[in-house]
């Protein structure tokens, strides 16, 4: 059997105000056809299919009719589950007709989905609390799928009953799954779990999170899951929320999201996972590089020219430009490098410390002198350096209009 394995699409996301919607809809079609030409007999999306809970309707559009494309008109199952910037109701709002095309949304963990059965042949066998099993049209082998959407403090409550502290929150989840595994999961068919939850190995380092996540389960200060707390009958787990594609151990894989989201995924490859599992085997995991999307890169410049320089070469980017120079940048500086380049996401300015600051300190105020001298020391005293004529011409601009 195979599985693709997806998360973290954080459709109508923008980077600051550069859109990437023409972005994710390339990468949803790359998705699809990879999907296609690998055959794969299902498709896992472990959470964050949105970025807010009201995303925009292009958005809500996109994700229907991507993953109405990826069921195959209803011969793959495709299961979808809430990350922790979904709203889980908004999540399942559409179950009943999305499940007429194959497609199942999980949106709280204990979810129960409702039994359906399409004319392709694709089936829920079974359905409780967290759980599926699938007969596939095209696969004679069922898939068992254990399903734990993303859960705050409430909807863990629900799911596992009372939790005190972190190592109990810890085993009344391992204790959850491994009742699920030992009713539904043996060798005779595929087990897998999707999840969205921080997973790390005991002991083990801890990988960052994006710049715009926090630790998806903190519960009395719960950080992680643990690999060990998968059931040793789940061949693989498909796993969302982190966004550089690893595997912590266990089989338990995060496929990482289609594309960069922050700067703090600089140049980084981005992939989806094709899992290939046999009954009672564990899964051999490939990685398939996506090639959509803008790179999101970070460069340290000595000086315009310099950062002119490079802009030029890298024009299909998006840029975070850190520009150290001697003096601030002057208008027609920034209208510059502007213009040489359409995708600078940030421009970083890193003024040298001319030691003017330090000689100013300590002298004293002389009330005696103009505005125009007083304001000059003191750019000098907070800025470390002489202000130029535009900053020199805008503080004479406003010194006027306050005293009219």
């Known amino acids: 059997m195979k599985i693709l394995h997806t998360s973290d699409w954080h459709l109508g996301k923008r980077l600051d105000d550069f859109p990437r919607f023409e972005e994710q809809q390339a990468v949803m079609n790359e998705i699809c056809k990879i999907a296609g030409n690998e055959n794969v007999d299902a498709v896992l999306v472990a959470g964050d299919l949105f970025d807010t809970f009201n995303p925009p309707t292009e958005a809500v559009d996109l994700l229907y009719k991507t993953l109405k494309k990826l069921t195959n008109n209803g011969k793959r199952p495709v299961i979808a589950i809430a990350g922790n910037h979904d709203s889980p109701d908004r999540i399942e709002a559409p179950d009943p007709l999305a499940r007429e095309c194959g497609i199942i949304f999980a949106g709280y963990p204990a979810t129960v989905v409702p039994a359906f059965e399409l004319e392709t042949g694709l089936k829920i066998l079974q359905s409780e ?34 939790e005190n502290s972190e190592e109990e929150m810890r085993n009344l989840l391992q204790q959850k799954w491994g009742e699920l595994a030992a009713k539904h999961c043996n060798d005779n068919g ?63 894989w995060y496929c990482g999201s289609p594309l960069s989201y922050s700067f703090a995924e600089a140049g980084q490859q981005k992939y989806i996972l094709v899992a290939e599992i046999e009954p009672g085997q564990q899964a051999k995991v490939t990685p398939v590089e996506l090639k959509s999307g803008k790179k999101l890169l970070r460069f340290r410049a000595e000086g315009v020219e310099a950062a002119l320089e490079w802009l030029q070469q890298k024009q299909d980017c998006l840029v975070e430009l850190t520009l150290a120079t001697d003096n601030f940048l002057t208008a027609a500086e920034r209208k510059q490098l502007n213009a040489a380049h359409n ?43 002489e202000p130029n004529d535009e900053i020199i011409q805008l503080f004479t601009e406003i010194l006027a209009e306050e005293e009219k």
């Not at 993303?150 to 629900?158: D, F, S």
């Open 190 to 252: 595929v087990n897998v779990l999707v999840s969205h939850l921080f997973v790390v190995e005991e002991g083990g380092e801890m990988p960052e999170e994006p710049d715009d996540e926090k630790p998806v389960l903190h519960v009395g200060g719960v950080q992680a899951v643990y690999t060990k707390n998968i059931p040793e009958s789940i061949q693989f787990t498909a796993l969302g929320h982190l966004h550089r594609m690893h595997s912590p151990g266990r089989n338990a």
């Open 343 to 385: 995708g600078i996401v940030a421009l970083i300015p890193e003024v040298k410390n001319t030691g003017l600051g330090e000689t100013l300190s300590r002298k004293k105020i002389n009330p005696g002198k103009s505005m125009d001298a007083l304001f000059r020391e003191y750019f000098q005293f907070a800025k470390s350096q």
């Open 129 to 162: 609390e967290g759980f599926i099993e699938i007969n596939l049209p095209e696969n004679p082998i069922p898939l068992r799928v254990l399903l734990t959407p993303y859960a705050n403090a409430l909807r863990l409550k629900a799911f596992l009953g009372e």
